[in-house]
């Protein structure tokens, strides 16, 4: 009977709590220490060979492949796989700032200061005394700022241009080269529509965009191709700047332009399979009428889909 008693006892006590589940419960500073401390750990004596061998040149592929996987898993939809993507561009933080500490240059905790700083700067309409009628406004805001903030760092002896001759201000200035071509042309065009530089509607884009157009014919007839690429970069800016003035971002139309040829052109592969032989074999009208087959499958694939989603609606 006291045996009995005693395992009944016990049965009734709660279960201990796992690790996991206790760990499940710190806080975002906690986790973000944690991370840190991994990282450090992976660089220190004994750590990982592949990360002590990392430095800021080698990790650029890694800084943009991130960025752009996570754009893809945004796309998607999938959640679980957009938050693992977004740790793994944070994790690129903390490593190029690791690999500072360890040159005695800035901490991961002065990353954090400046930009929570910045922020702060940036809204005087929220965390000071300014106003601001609407979103426009905030950016005029946010462009002035930006500006006095730049002559300040000028001021006490900034790096200076590779030619050595002082660098007169610029609303361009912060754009930055390092960009793919079209957000930095998407950039340039939106900090000089926010001073009134800009079209009154898209038709005077599209109509430069067929100005571009005849000179690149042009350029093409003369067969001069320094010329022909100068009106193709002519025509591509004008291109990206209708992006911009639709309030499109051009990499990532770009993006889905890529992504639909890649699954048509994959469905066309896998049609030509189907019926005994190789894309790469056949003519070209066979080649063109797979495609707009694989293009009707598509879109009736997509009619289809907001056809159900109208009906959950």
């Not at 571009?212 to 025509?235: N, P, R, S, V, Y």
Request: glycine share 6%; proline share 4%; hydrophobic share 35%.
């Amino acid at each position: 009977m006291p045996t009995r008693k005693k395992h009944a006892t016990k049965a009734r006590k709660p279960p201990r709590k796992s690790k996991m589940v206790k760990s499940k419960r710190l806080t975002p500073g906690q986790w973000f220490e944690k991370l840190v401390a991994v990282q450090a750990r992976l660089r220190a004596p004994n750590g990982c060979p592949w990360d002590r061998e990392q430095t800021h040149q080698s990790l650029r592929t890694y800084l943009i492949e991130e960025a752009y996987e996570v754009l893809e898993a945004l796309e998607s939809g999938n959640d679980a796989k957009f938050a693992e993507e977004m740790g793994d561009l944070l994790l690129q933080i903390v490593f190029h700032s690791q690999i500072a500490r360890e040159e005695g240059r800035f901490t991961v905790a002065e990353v954090i200061r400046e930009i929570h700083d910045k922020m702060i700067r940036r809204h005087p309409h929220v965390f000071g005394e300014t106003r601001a009628k609407d979103s426009a406004e905030v950016l005029r805001n946010w462009e002035q700022i930006k500006a006095e903030e730049r002559r300040g760092s000028g001021s006490k002896g900034g790096a200076k241009p590779s030619d050595g001759l002082p660098k007169e201000a610029s609303l361009l200035d912060g754009v930055s080269r390092a960009l793919p071509a079209t957000l930095e042309g998407f950039q340039l065009t939106r900090k000089a529509s926010r001073i009134g530089f800009d079209w009154e509607n898209s038709g005077g884009v599209f109509e430069k965009m067929g100005e571009e157009t005849e000179e690149l014919k042009k350029a093409l007839e003369e067969a001069d191709h320094l010329k022909t690429e100068e009106e193709l970069g002519d025509l591509l800016f004008a291109a990206v700047n209708l992006s911009r003035f639709l309030k499109v971002d051009p990499e990532i139309a770009l993006k889905k332009a890529n992504a639909k040829f890649t699954r048509r052109f994959r469905a066309m592969e896998r049609l030509a399979r189907e019926s005994g032989r190789e894309f790469k074999d056949l003519p070209r009208e066979k080649m063109e009428a797979l495609w707009e087959a694989a293009k009707r499958s598509e879109e009736k694939a997509h009619s289809a889909k907001m056809i159900g989603a109208q009906r959950k609606g």
